[in-house]
């Protein structure tokens, strides 16, 4: 089982960008299907992006679509987060999440290993 570890968070004005990085541990990295969730204060950890095990496909939410992107590095144990053209409401704690699925999931439930989180705060 791989464990975790987001970096990158911090704070950035709007509009402009930052990157996450998650590093996972483990052998078994490109067996899994990465994910990157956030969770805003008072909300729900909402779906962001996901890439599939070996990177061909992805998918993200609507409200990020032509702003982030998601890619992952299997020979390194890694899976990113380029987030451009930021907004206020992209504020949240962002969390890499791992899932034993086949496919791409977007709900929270299908992935069972999680990050402890990295914070991203936009000003406006």
């Known amino acids: 089982q791989v464990q975790l570890v987001e970096s990158g968070g911090g704070l950035v004005q709007a509009g402009g960008s930052l990157g996450l990085s998650c590093a996972a541990s483990?052998?078994?990295?490109?067996?899994?299907?990465m994910g990157w969730f956030r969770q805003a204060p008072g909300k729900e950890r909402r779906f962001v992006a996901a890439i599939s095990r070996g990177g061909a496909n992805t998918y993200s939410a609507d409200s990020v679509k032509g702003r982030f992107t998601i890619s992952r590095d299997n020979a390194k144990n890694m899976v990113y987060l380029q987030m451009n053209s930021l907004k206020p409401e992209d504020t949240a704690v962002y969390y890499c999440?791992?899932?034993?699925?086949?496919?791409?999931?977007?709900?929270?439930?299908?992935?069972?290993?999680w990050g402890q989180g990295t914070q991203v705060t936009v000003s406006s």
């Open positions: 483990g052998r078994t990295f490109s067996s899994y299907v």
């Open positions: 999440a791992a899932s034993t699925r086949a496919v791409i999931r977007t709900s929270s439930n299908e992935y069972n290993i």
